[in-house]
């Protein structure tokens, strides 16, 4: 039973299914070309040649500070207490950073170079092949050196600003180079200071697999990202980090290289890691959205 008139019951299902229209209208927007994916290999179109070599240069003493960015004194949906989103607010959205604090390692593909910021942790797997999702994933974050503001390359009207080369992680024979990190107490949240490391010196070349096979698609980012130096980013606005979350669209700055060769590290290192995220910290997959998956062999 209504106490509305049947023509007024009709103006106001009319403004309802508009503004239904209108929400699901931006939710279309906002989604484009999110991360991560399952990549299934026999959709992915060959490419070689112009433009898809990628070469690395590493600087095998470069240093690393290393922190769990998990900020428990930060509420989700109440914001941070300075009135700032520089922070990633729950386990969900936090990882093991590694940051540079001077490294020398470059890439190059189609004449951009990027520089490695950092490098950090996920498990399981972001991203799936053929469906199959492995004990966890490394992503390595470039920047590229043509990209301009605060942050560098988040966005900042350069929508690629960033480059991330992931490599799939397995069960298997430790990585020695990552037992620097990996074999001490590690810190359990960003509070957890005591355990931080100030400064390691890593070779990622002991890390990071061969890069001449990889898929490559166009994505974004699989955390909220901080809103300083958002500006320019797609989808827009991108606000506050809760904003993100709360959308699901985190923004869209990343060309992204997934390498088929694996890394290994021993059960021991993979549950030093779980330990800190036992609820996964994982993005589920996102819809392709009609974007191609580059399969390319150098
Ligand atoms: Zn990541």
Avoid at 81 to 107: H, M, Q, R
Avoid at 109 to 131: A, I, K, M, R, W
Avoid at 233 to 257: F, H, K, L, M, R
Wanted: charged residues 15%; proline residues 6%.
């Amino acid at each position: 039973m209504s106490y509305y008139p049947t023509a007024a019951r009709a103006a106001m299902l009319l403004v309802i299914g508009a503004a239904l229209t209108a929400s699901v209208a931006s939710a279309q927007i906002v989604a484009e070309r999110q991360s991560p994916i399952n990549i299934t290999t026999r959709r992915a179109i060959e490419a070689h040649g112009h433009g898809t070599k990628l070469s690395i240069v590493i600087d095998p003493a470069a240093t690393f500070s290393v922190k769990n960015t998990y900020q428990p004194q930060y509420n989700f949906n109440g914001g941070a207490p300075n009135g700032s989103y520089d922070a990633l607010l729950t386990p969900e959205f936090a990882t093991l950073k590694a940051s540079v604090i001077s490294s020398n390692s470059y890439l190059t593909v189609n004449g951009e170079t990027y520089h490695l910021l950092q490098f950090h942790f996920h498990t399981p797997s972001e991203h799936t092949v053929d469906g199959k999702r492995s004990a966890m994933e490394v992503h390595f974050v470039w920047t590229r050196d043509s990209a301009t503001g605060t942050p560098l390359g988040l966005c900042n009207s350069n929508p690629d600003g960033l480059l991330v080369t992931g490599a799939r992680i397995k069960v298997g024979e430790a990585n020695r180079e990552l037992n620097k990190i990996f074999s001490r107490p590690l810190p359990v949240d960003a509070t957890d200071t005591a355990k931080n490391i100030t400064s390691v010196a890593l070779n990622i070349g002991k890390i990071l697999p061969s890069l001449d096979n990889s898929w490559r698609y166009e994505g974004s980012l699989t955390a909220p990202a901080s809103s300083a130096g958002l500006g320019g980013c797609t989808p827009s606005p991108v606000a506050g980090i809760d904003d993100q979350a709360t959308t699901d669209a985190y923004p869209e700055n990343v060309s992204w290289v997934v390498l088929s060769d694996i890394v290994t590290l021993s059960q021991t290192q993979v549950s030093a890691f779980r330990a800190l995220f036992p609820d996964s910290n994982t993005r589920p997959t996102q819809d392709l959205n009609g974007r191609t998956v580059k399969h390319v062999r150098d």
